[in-house]
């Protein structure tokens, strides 16, 4: 499954190249800050050729948004719809996998976070696209944790507060980057040796409170 931001532009389409140029520049500048101009200049085309594919900045904006919300979605439910897998393992695959779509999209969290209260035009659109999937994973997962607890294979949880505390567990270190690796002394200079590791503690922390 690929959850990584798009690097390499080589192999890529026009539009793919534009998306590619947009990203970036949004995630450094925000959306107030982010040009249309220099996003064309970055994907090497001219501006009438992005306005040609994309006609506006909202546009893009949106496609981008769209994109990662997709893509978690996919991580979440495709772990969780996992045909004959133990829900531990499954919970085990959902966490890995989004810490690994966070480590490749470390400033995603923060700059959605930042567009929602400094646009908060904007956050019913994303609310409404979020929405949209929520209802399904956590209706899956409540079921199956329902069945597992009943078997008396774990404990019964509240599915919504499960997957507050995985998105928060495997959130909070990639925000607090700038200031908590300094004061831990590097510790996610190696972010390969970093994410495995936040890997193997996050699930260990959420089987524990599964445990019967």
Request: hydrophobic content about 45%.
């Amino acid at each position: 499954m690929e959850t990584t931001t798009i690097t390499d532009t080589q192999n890529l389409t026009t539009e793919e190249k534009i998306l590619a140029a947009a990203e970036k520049e949004f995630m450094l500048k925000g959306y107030d800050g982010a040009r249309t101009t220099a996003i064309a200049e970055a994907a090497g085309v001219t501006h009438a050729m992005l306005h040609y594919y994309f006609r506006t900045k909202d546009n893009l904006f949106d496609r981008i948004i769209e994109s990662k919300i997709d893509m978690i979605r996919d991580i979440m439910l495709g772990s969780l719809d996992a045909p004959g897998m133990p829900l531990f393992d499954k919970i085990t695959l959902a966490i890995g996998r989004h810490i690994d779509f966070i480590a490749a999209n470390p400033g995603l969290p923060k700059f959605m976070i930042n567009e929602i209260f400094s646009r908060p035009d904007r956050m019913p659109k994303v609310l409404d696209q979020l929405r949209s999937h929520a209802p399904v994973m956590l209706e899956t997962l409540q079921d199956q944790i329902d069945d597992c607890a009943r078997r008396g294979l774990c404990r019964k949880v509240d599915a919504v507060m499960l997957i507050l505390d995985i998105v928060s567990l495997n959130i909070f270190p990639f925000m607090a980057a700038p200031m908590a690796n300094p004061l831990l002394g590097g510790i996610m200079d190696d972010m390969t040796s970093f994410t495995e590791a936040r890997k193997k503690e996050n699930i260990e922390t959420i089987m524990r409170k599964l445990q019967p």
